[in-house]
């Protein structure tokens, strides 16, 4: 007979043993997938964890665990996420945070199976970090998300949901949290608008993208908002750009002596008509002085062919606007890359980057989820490839020349 005493140690000794048999079967429990998260991950440190309650959109019962890893670089560790985790999504809304020295990305949309999300990550030296904020925008693509210098936070508007409806609400991020805007003055809801922060008039402003209306009948946009920070006022312009959306947008300061530049350049994107299943590619180039658009009469030889422009930048650096985009070879999309440069008079093209080869090492796989961002902390113009569900995406630098996979 058991002592009072012994009693205690024989009831631990059960429950190793039972504990031993349950993993010799191979049923040791997992862990739930809503206390899985992934934190701040430091090169050359351990993976670290940390148990939070993710707020996003419903996920699968036992989602699969996805391993995110960028070869022979410090600057994106391997972390290990659940697969609705990847930081890279297709349609996601993503900008340059100054005042935080970080990309921001939120939002998205994920494959195999399909579904949408409202996550917000983050970008920066230390690789990817996942945010848990106590408020978010319902899960969506296609919404568009610029940085207001003035307000020193991130503006994010518009896009649209797995019904396929579009919004038209107003969010701010400031680095910890999302919060609604309800301004007195709205746009009219759209997904994939053209929105950019007017450094000149320091002023946020939005154009164009595409809608549907009762009938649930699309149609494109070529309206002009303004965002103060407070409330939307239309601007009444006399000469707009055609409807259109998924245009490229960028602020451009003065660029050379020969240049003095200073304005909103836009550049393409879908539009043109009526047909939405096979809307006209825009290669038109256009600029925004704070009152009115202005379209730059450029011969056919001088503007970019591109049929995906996938985005443009400010080069701090070299003082010239960057154009990234694609166009289809052999009917396909994605198979050549285009760089082109804007100085504030012309287009020029790069020779040694406008056409690589996909069996050169330098080779970057553009693809139309893609975004690029110029990251003001490098110094350097980055672009993120679309993850999927089981890969969260490529990690490229443009340096001179020469792009370079992180």
């Known amino acids: 007979m058991l002592t009072r005493c012994a009693r205690p140690f024989a009831v631990l000794v059960l429950v190793l043993v039972g504990c031993l048999e349950l993993i010799a079967c191979g049923e040791v429990p997992t862990p739930s997938p809503l206390a899985l998260s992934t934190a701040t991950v430091r090169p050359g440190s351990a993976t670290t964890r940390a148990t939070t309650t993710i707020a996003s959109v419903s996920a699968p019962t036992t989602p699969a665990l996805t391993t995110i890893s960028t070869p022979s670089t410090p600057l994106v560790p391997t972390v290990l996420v659940r697969s609705e985790d990847n930081p890279i999504h297709s349609g996601a809304a993503m900008a340059y945070d100054a005042s935080k020295q970080r990309i921001t990305t939120f939002g998205g949309k994920l494959y195999e199976p399909t579904r ?21 925008p319902s899960v969506r693509v296609s919404a568009s998300l610029v940085y207001d210098a003035v307000q020193r936070h991130l503006v994010l508007f518009g896009g649209r949901g797995p019904n396929e409806e579009t919004f038209n609400d107003t969010w701010i991020w400031d680095g910890q949290d999302w919060l609604q805007k309800r301004p007195r003055h709205v746009p009219p809801a759209r997904n994939d608008p053209a929105l950019v922060y007017d450094a000149a008039h320091e002023q946020v402003v939005l154009f164009g993208g595409i809608t549907s209306n009762q009938q649930n009948q699309a149609y494109y946009l070529n309206d002009t908002w303004i965002w103060d920070g407070q409330d939307w006022t239309q601007k009444q312009v006399s000469t707009p750009p055609p409807p259109r959306f998924h245009a490229a947008i960028v602020f451009a300061p003065v660029l050379t002596s020969a240049a003095s530049f200073n304005k909103v350049l836009l550049f393409g994107g879908y539009g043109g008509g009526s047909n939405l299943t096979n809307p006209e590619v825009l290669n038109d180039t256009w600029t925004w ?24 930048v400010y080069d701090q650096s070299r003082k010239v606007v960057v154009l990234l ?47 690029v961002i110029y990251d003001e902390a490098r110094q350097a113009i980055v672009f993120f490839t679309l993850g999927t569900s089981y890969s969260s995406g490529e990690i490229w630098v443009l340096e001179a020349h020469t792009w370079r996979k992180l």
Not at 116 to 136: C, E, I, M
């Open 289 to 312: 002085n704070g009152q009115d658009w202005h379209q730059e009469n450029l011969p056919a030889a001088q503007k970019p062919f591109v049929d995906n422009p996938i985005g443009l």
């Open 116 to 136: 949408y999300v409202n996550t917000t990550w983050t970008w920066d030296s230390k690789g990817w970090q996942r945010l848990q904020p106590a408020h978010f």
């Open 325 to 371: 985009g694609s166009n289809g070879v052999g009917g396909q999309l994605a198979k050549v890359n285009r760089v082109s440069y804007w100085d504030g008079l012309k287009w020029s093209s790069d020779p040694q980057l406008t056409y690589l080869d996909e069996q050169k090492p330098d080779y970057v796989p553009w693809n139309e989820g893609g975004q």
